[in-house]
């Protein structure tokens, strides 16, 4: 894993320009995503020789089956193994073992096991942020979640996705798009959220809604596929 003043390092996904995030000038700076700050982006685009680690945080097609990215996937499993296990220990100690793995824990955020990822340090998770019980982020590209924001038990935030045409699917090759959740959000209970999705600061999901499109903030989405009411 790539680390920069001891701790990982968000890659800069496709599309974070138009949504208001800008690339780091030099490793080491700080950008801002809602309240919280998160370790500013390392790399560019500009190198021929990218590690499929490299492709795969960068939102580009890349080989899952890589054995840099085989031994991060062992690495969390191993850490989700110990941190599921700790669903009747003091939340300090809760607390503590997030830190160990996620790439930003704000304080007093909350993850009550059973809990499942991919890598964790793909995700940034904001001060007082909650999620209930049997929740996955498959968090192969950067998974904000902003401060105070709330997650109902078996919630899942899936950045993964496939190429469209079959025959490039065929190859086995994948990518990710980020997903952005702001401040203040209600996610009720078995919610989907989709590859590529921002959620607005204050929004409400339904319990079940499968969203695939961005929900402005403020605003109200239940459904298959989720629908903003009003």
């Known amino acids: 894993m790539v680390r920069l ?3 990982p390092v968000f890659w800069a ?31 560019g685009k500009g190198s021929a020789m990218q590690t499929q680690k490299q492709k795969m945080l960068a939102g580009d097609l890349y080989d899952a089956a890589d054995a840099e990215l085989q031994q991060d996937l062992a690495a969390c499993q191993s ?11 003091a939340p300090d100690l809760r607390a503590k073992a997030l830190r160990e793995r996620l790439g930003m824990v704000g304080d007093g955020a909350v993850i009550r ?9 793909n995700i940034a998770l904001g001060a007082g942020a909650f999620m209930n019980f049997n929740c996955v982020i498959l968090d192969v590209v950067a998974v904000r979640i902003g401060d105070r924001t709330q997650i109902g038990p078996g919630v899942q935030i899936l950045t993964a996705d496939h190429p469209r ?3 490039t699917r065929a190859t086995g090759l994948e990518f990710g798009r980020p997903i ?5 959000v209600w996610i009720g209970g078995g919610a989907l959220i989709l590859p590529g999705v921002t959620i607005g600061d204050g929004a409400v999901i339904g319990a079940g809604a499968v969203v695939t499109r961005d929900v402005p903030a403020a605003a109200r989405a239940v459904g298959n596929p989720a629908r903003v009411l009003g």
């Open 5 to 7: 003043l001891g701790r």
């Open 13 to 43: 996904p496709k599309g974070t320009r138009r949504r208001g995030l800008s690339r780091a000038s030099a490793a080491g700076r700080s950008e801002r995503f809602g309240c919280r700050t998160i370790i500013g982006w390392a790399f």
């Open 79 to 89: 850490w989700l193994a110990r941190y599921n296990g700790l669903l009747g220990a």
């Open 113 to 121: 096991p059973p809990f499942h990822c991919d890598y964790g340090f």
């Open 165 to 167: 045409d079959a025959p």
């Open 180 to 184: 952005t959740i702001g401040a203040d």
